[in-house]
């Protein structure tokens, strides 16, 4: 059985084990995504263990297809979170602000609503663009704005100069500006 | 919606997607897993600041021991160079030799060894040596092997020759240095051909003008000409172009990469050798140049001429490049 089969199926018998294996193969990885975004040990640690909750809580019923790219997507989430709680403590910090959002957790506001509408057919706009782009344009797009992998590491990786990477990018971001605007989402 | 909003979006996108990306680049590169019983991050890069405050401790023992260099230097150099004559072999004119001597006919081999002796009078006259001798000498020397062959190029620099001139220096009054040194401006490059041309040889042709305007364009203010030449050449402002003359020198080449490397003064004007890097991208492309025409160079542009070298190799090529040009004066 591959490894990552083995795992899917050590949670489903709800073995601990599984997360353990996780840790060892996937960790490194996760834990680099995690410290791209969030630029702090503590916090990519951190963004890691949630990351394990989720995958305690998710599999079953979840079961990936690819499970790397399942745990990138959940800690990735995590410190998506991270940053915006870090960032409302910024602009805020009073214990109104504080006493909003422990409200917000359980009252969703119409915005919210509307947001997770919005945020829904974004999804499905990106999926349907990306899937139109060439696999090396696409790839090069998610490793930059899905693992924030630098540009030098994409530079490096695909034998491309920095400024050859950089004007690829913007010119992916251009288009994806233009299919938005199409798709009126921007 | 914001970035942030793509961002989320992103996580939501197909896992096959991420899959494949993920892929793409372990496939390069396979992070390494941490030893049972390390830190996770053990073998991640340190945080920029880290990083950067460790090169430069680094740095620091390195800085300090050049600085000291430096210093040790400019102490015992000027007592040095009181002592000691200053006659020493240029070699980089000797690698420029060999280089054109192999792609060229005889012809242009004689050229060059002129240059590599203009250069070596250039060097001499800081001394206040006699340059006119200098170049009597190395005239009887050159102007015999006229079938010379590249690897004689090495026998232009006997030791003798360098007793018989410190000899002269000590003999002759002192004279005004004979070698000119110019700066070379270059403008812009254009290809006038959109097309790459295919089995036809290229053009070659050299215009020479002397500015300012003899006839200014009448449509054009006359300080706006000279403001477009300025820039056209990065001409520096304390030039003044209303005053100075300069000498214009458009080339149209085949080859993008061609420049002047080389300068001979003759009767009234220049002799300018042009290298170009021969590549099968052949086009029409426009070079432009200016050498300012100080009062004591009489250059007229119908006397000016130029010699061709076709050079391969690239690093002979970037070798040569120039932004002054060094000339003896025909006496």
């Known amino acids: ?186 | 919606m914001n970035a942030l909003d793509v961002m989320k979006a992103l996580g939501n996108v197909p896992a096959d997607m991420i899959g494949t990306c993920m892929d793409d680049l372990t496939a390069a590169d396979e992070p390494e897993l941490p030893e049972a019983g390390t830190a996770l991050h053990d073998d991640l890069p340190e945080p920029v600041s880290a990083v950067r405050s460790v090169r430069i401790i680094r740095i620091i023992p390195a800085a300090a021991a050049a600085c000291l260099l430096i210093g040790v230097f400019a102490a015992v150099y000027p007592k040095l160079r009181i002592q000691t004559p200053e006659i020493t072999e240029p070699p980089a004119a000797i690698v420029t030799t060999e280089t054109t001597a192999q792609n060229t006919p005889e012809t242009t081999a004689v050229t060059v060894y002129t240059t590599a002796v203009s250069q070596k009078a250039t060097y001499r006259t800081t001394a206040e040596t006699v340059s006119q001798i200098v170049t009597e000498t190395v005239t009887d020397v050159f102007t015999d092997p006229v079938e010379t062959q590249p690897d004689t190029v090495s026998e232009l620099q006997p030791q003798t020759e360098a007793t018989m001139i410190s000899t002269a220096i000590t003999e002759t009054a002192p004279q005004q240095p004979d070698t000119m040194t110019v700066p070379l401006w270059k403008g812009s490059v254009s290809n006038s051909s959109s097309e790459l041309i295919i089995d036809e040889a290229p053009n070659f042709s050299c215009l020479f003008r002397r500015l300012p305007f003899e006839q200014p364009d009448p449509f054009f203010e006359l300080s706006n000409q000279y403001e477009s030449l300025r820039e056209e050449f990065s001409i520096p402002q304390d030039f003044d172009l209303t005053q100075e003359p300069l000498l214009d020198i458009t080339i149209i080449t085949g080859y993008k990469d061609t420049a002047i490397t080389g300068c001979r003064y003759t009767q009234n004007g220049l002799n300018l050798t042009v290298s170009y890097l021969k590549t099968n991208e052949i086009s029409e492309y426009t070079v432009r140049y200016a050498i300012p025409l100080p009062e004591n160079l009489k250059v007229e542009p119908e006397n000016c001429t130029v010699e061709y070298v076709a050079l391969t190799d690239e690093d002979a090529y970037q070798a040569l490049l120039t932004d002054s040009l060094s000339f003896e004066l025909d006496h």
């Open chain 1, 1 to 186: 059985m591959h490894d990552d089969d083995r795992i899917i199926s050590l949670l489903n018998q709800r073995d601990e084990s599984a997360l353990q294996i996780i840790r060892e193969r996937y960790g490194a990885m996760c834990f680099q995504i995690a410290y791209r975004m969030t630029g702090n040990r503590e916090d990519a640690e951190e963004c890691v263990s949630d990351m394990l909750l989720d995958v305690w809580n998710s599999i079953p019923p979840n079961c990936p297809d690819h499970l790397p790219a399942y745990l990138a997507s959940l800690v990735r989430r995590t410190a998506i979170d991270r940053y915006e709680k870090a960032h409302r403590r910024k602009r805020g910090g009073t214990q109104f602000c504080a006493a909003l959002d422990e409200l917000a957790e359980i009252i969703p506001s119409g915005e919210q609503v509307e947001h997770q509408v919005e945020q829904r057919e974004l999804t499905a706009a990106l999926t349907k663009w990306l899937q139109a782009l060439p696999e090396r344009k696409r790839n090069i797009f998610l490793l930059r704005y899905f693992m924030s992998e630098s540009v030098q590491t994409i530079a490096q990786k695909y034998g491309m100069s920095l400024s050859a990477v950089k004007m690829e990018l913007l010119r992916t971001r251009e288009k994806l500006k233009e299919y938005l605007r199409k798709e009126g989402l921007l």
